[in-house]
């Protein structure tokens, strides 16, 4: 990784990741509140309750105390109640979402993501965590984890998104994970993760992302026109990290 991480890095010491890698960031999501240095959790107060506004099928508002922490672990949690959101915009349903680049934060172009998540079962349930480009989606969007009930319950999909002049949806990948667990309508845990890296040093044009779950490699994808979304004056500050649970969407 990088020579220095942000200022508001902790690298725990008893974290150990992959072979070849060396921990740049992390957050274990120790205490019992979000750190904000490091992610904003989206309101309406804060005017970012929506997020999609452009999909019909968006059903939600998020709101901040969707998202807490114990124990360890960050909870969005998603609840069926009349919320008025932004532009006075009633929904049935509540729901949660984090965002680092809103708390000013953006993570390398090269390296490893990776998350640990047990995602929610349920009708019209879908939980996501993506990177998103500083120059926005427009440029490159790395889809980590998405999850689809409607469409296909128990499974996993990881994606790869650029402009159309490089081919957009160019990578995509399916998982069956497990049964959906009907009682306590939550997976097991799983680990999620993407390698972004340059296959000829000293070149952004020709990048390589490789994803995988529980350590098992899914899918392999050559980006031969890089260099639109790699050419970066800071290439430190290339995505920031997505992290939510959406209510109403599904596969289109």
């Avoid at 991480?5 to 999501?29: Q, R």
């Avoid at 960050?74 to 959101?85: A, D, G, L």
């Avoid at 469409?151 to 159309?164: L, M, Q, V």
């Avoid at 972004?196 to 899914?218: C, F, H, M, Q, S």
Wanted: glycine share 8%; charged share 20%; hydrophobic share 30%.
């Amino acid at each position: 990784g990088p020579a220095s991480a942000p200022s508001n890095s902790v690298v725990p010491e008893e974290i150990e990741g992959p072979e070849g890698w060396e921990l740049y960031w992390s957050d274990e999501f120790e205490g019992n509140a979000l750190d904000t240095s490091r992610w904003e959790a989206y309101d309406p107060s804060a005017g970012n309750g929506r997020y999609g506004d452009g999909d019909p099928y968006t059903e939600h508002c998020l709101t901040n105390d969707n998202v807490t922490l114990a124990d360890g672990y960050m909870t969005i949690q998603s609840r069926e109640e009349r919320v008025t959101c932004r532009s006075n915009l009633v929904t049935n349903y509540s729901s949660g979402f984090v965002g680092s680049r809103d708390a000013g934060n953006y993570y390398p172009v090269y390296g490893r993501y990776e998350v640990r998540a047990k995602v929610p079962y349920g009708q019209g349930i879908f939980p996501a965590c993506w990177l998103r480009h500083v120059n926005g989606s427009s440029s490159a969007e790395v889809d980590v984890m998405e999850t689809f009930f409607n469409s296909d319950p128990g499974a996993s999909t990881s994606t790869a998104h650029f402009p159309k002049t490089i081919g957009y949806n160019v990578a995509k990948k399916g998982v069956f994970l497990q049964v959906p667990d009907r009682v306590t309508k939550v997976s097991d845990w799983h680990t999620w993760a993407v390698e972004i890296e340059p296959v000829y040093a000293n070149r952004n044009d020709t990048v390589k992302l490789t994803y995988y779950i529980d350590g098992a490699k899914i899918l392999e994808y050559v980006n031969t026109n890089a260099s639109q979304w790699t050419d970066l004056d800071d290439q430190s500050r290339g995505f920031d990290i997505a992290i939510n649970t959406a209510l109403g969407q599904q596969d289109v």
